[in-house]
């Protein structure tokens, strides 16, 4: 998990995915964690891929539910830190969330996401799910806009 989700191994995905069962376990799993088989389309065991489909809503969902899972450690500490390790390891080298962002990253020509977990420290542990396609943007600014939003989010503060 570690190695696909840190380091971003599609090719590890795709045989994680076929040693499980394929997409008919991954559905019955993701099922008893309350996502809505028809909010995405998976064919393969990349997350970010032309042929898989999902709302950042849908992310979010299970991001959440694997929060509070039992195996939530397994799962929370596979993912890249920001600033620290794996795709990450050069983004977010700044306070204030280096070593508070645990997220996987996702590519492909044209777009851009990142989704995971921002610790923030007046609302707690934050899951988000960003996915960024404008047409004719390069990915330094997809990248950009994406960390900013992590970045404003960092800073949110409760309200007096």
């Known amino acids: 998990m570690t190695v696909i989700n840190?380091?971003?191994?599609?090719?590890?995905?795709?045989?994680?995915?076929?040693?499980?069962?394929?997409?008919?376990?991954?559905?019955?799993?993701?099922?008893?964690?309350?996502?809505?088989s028809n909010s995405y389309e998976q064919v393969d065991g990349s997350g970010l891929s032309r042929h898989n489909r999902a709302k950042p809503s849908t992310f979010v969902t299970l991001l959440r539910e694997m929060y509070t899972?039992?195996?939530?450690?397994?799962?929370?500490?596979?993912?890249?830190?920001?600033?620290?390790?794996?795709?990450?390891?050069n983004r977010f080298r700044?306070?204030?969330?280096?070593?508070?962002?645990?997220?996987?990253?996702?590519?492909l020509q044209g777009v851009k996401a990142l989704s995971g977990y921002l610790e923030n420290a007046d609302h707690g542990t934050i899951a988000f799910s960003i996915v960024v396609n404008p047409p004719g943007q390069s990915a330094q600014v997809m990248t950009q806009a994406i960390d900013q939003i992590v970045l404003q989010t960092a800073q949110v503060t409760r309200c007096n």
Do not use: C, M, W
């Open 6 to 36: 840190r380091d971003s191994d599609n090719d590890l995905a795709d045989a994680l995915l076929r040693r499980i069962g394929g997409q008919r376990a991954v559905r019955s799993a993701l099922a008893l964690l309350g996502v809505n």
């Open 69 to 89: 899972h039992d195996e939530s450690g397994l799962f929370y500490h596979s993912l890249s830190v920001a600033g620290v390790n794996g795709t990450l390891r």
């Open 94 to 107: 700044d306070p204030p969330v280096q070593g508070r962002v645990y997220a996987k990253t996702g590519t």
